[in-house]
């Protein structure tokens, strides 16, 4: 399965070792990849305006929307996410900030339910 629409592939996914253990050292396995192949899934960014005490900037948050069962990728904070978006030639990669599974999206008519991926700002 896959979602509704699609517009990139995640091609790997590597362990990056986040512990949610305040002070934890890094967990076992960091560097190993969780997945490798390619799987289609659904690319979104957004530019945001930010104001801090140094000024002005832009960022962009990056957000892929998987079907929760295809892959079965157990997602976790601090992977390492590389994925190539239809009609680029390059691979991108992103840092895995946020993870929100189990959406129930009723737009696609076949009881599909996605995770949200939020990468890191860049």
């Known amino acids: 399965m ?21 002070g934890a050292s890094v967990e076992a396995g960091a560097g190993a990849a969780a997945f490798e192949g390619s799987t289609r899934i659904y690319y979104r960014e957004k530019r945001e305006r ?21 892959p079965a990728i157990d997602w976790l904070e601090g992977d390492v996410v590389e994925f190539l978006t239809d009609g680029d030639a390059a691979a991108q990669t992103g840092k895995v900030q946020e993870v929100v599974e189990a959406r129930h999206a009723p737009h696609a008519g ?10 890191e700002p860049k």
């Not at 930010?50 to 295809?70: A, C, E, F, M, P």
């Not at 076949?110 to 990468?119: A, D, F, I, Y």
């Open 2 to 22: 896959t979602p509704a629409q699609t517009n990139a592939a995640v091609l790997k996914v590597t362990r990056g070792g986040f512990s949610e253990e305040p």
């Open 50 to 70: 930010v104001t801090s005490g140094q000024g002005r900037d832009v960022i962009v948050r990056r957000t892929l929307i998987v079907d929760t069962r295809d």
């Open 110 to 119: 076949t009881g599909t339910e996605t995770t949200r991926v939020e990468l």
